[in-house]
T-cell receptor, first 113, second 114 residues
Framework: KQEVTQIPAALSVPEGENLVLNCSFT??????LQWFRQDPGKGLTSLLL?????REQTSGRLNASLDKSSGRSTLYIAASQPGDSATYLC????????????FGKGTHLIIQP | EPEVTQTPSHQVTQMGQEVILRCVPI?????FYWYRQILGQKVEFLVS????????KSEIFDDQFSVERPDGSNFTLKIRSTKLEDSAMYFC????????????FGEGSWLTVV
């Protein structure tokens, strides 16, 4: 059974810093991995999707990498801003006929102005 | 940008009552999902739906739950007899044809069972 773990659980940094959020998964047989952002009481906004054959994806100040063989992904946020404050969720779409995403518990990020 | 819409945004119901949560997926999407998130916990997969039938369900999705696509646009989740532990945020999601497509989530329906 796929398990997804995110470290750290919470992070508070001053505005302007570059930061890295970590995600690990136990079963490397995946279709893809998605990073989401969740604001309090709100839905999930997709940030980046990395296919299993890809090593990284970039969108603006965000860069996500994937090392499938070691079961790890990182989300890099450059030049953080207070508006980046949210919970960041990692989710894995496993293979073998399983269609649902398996989520981590998230990293709660606070960017101090 | 196309979006998944959900209604109601918040519902309070008494234990034992039936609840129907509604979703309008993105129009050209073919796969539809329900997930739930109990307060402070992980987002959990409930069920996926394709070609008018359930394609996968988790152990959470027991006989108290059912899904339906009653017409060409709506996708519903019914909880037959709600329990206190059904209190959660329920998310609808959809994606296009291939497994590599991004999955898009709605804003959620917050269900409180009292």
């Amino acid at each position: 059974k796929q398990e997804v773990t995110q470290i750290p659980a919470a992070l508070s940094v001053p505005e302007g810093e570059n930061l890295v959020l970590n995600c690990s998964f136990t079963d490397s047989a995946i279709y893809n991995l998605q990073w989401f952002r969740q604001d309090p009481g709100k839905g999930l906004t997709s940030l980046l999707l990395i296919q299993s054959s890809q090593r990284e994806q970039t969108s603006g100040r965000l860069n996500a990498s994937l090392d499938k063989s070691s079961g790890r992904s990182t989300l890099y946020i450059a030049a953080s801003q207070p508006g980046d404050s949210a919970t960041y969720l990692c989710a894995v779409h496993s293979g073998g006929g399983a269609d649902g995403l398996t989520f981590g518990k998230g990293t709660h990020l606070i960017i101090q102005p | 940008e196309p979006e998944v819409t959900q209604t109601p945004s918040h519902q309070v119901t008494q234990m034992g009552q039936e609840v129907i949560l509604r979703c309008v997926p993105i129009s050209n999407h073919l796969y539809f999902y329900w997930y739930r998130q109990i307060l402070g916990q992980k987002v959990e997969f409930l069920v996926s739906f394709y070609n008018n039938e359930i394609s996968e369900k988790s152990e959470i999705f027991d006989d108290q739950f059912s899904v339906e696509r009653p017409d060409g646009s709506n996708f519903t989740l019914k909880i037959r007899s709600t329990k206190l532990e059904d209190s959660a945020m329920y998310f609808c999601a959809s994606r296009g044809f291939t497994a590599g497509n991004t999955i898009y989530f709605g804003e959620g329906s917050w269900l409180t069972v009292v």
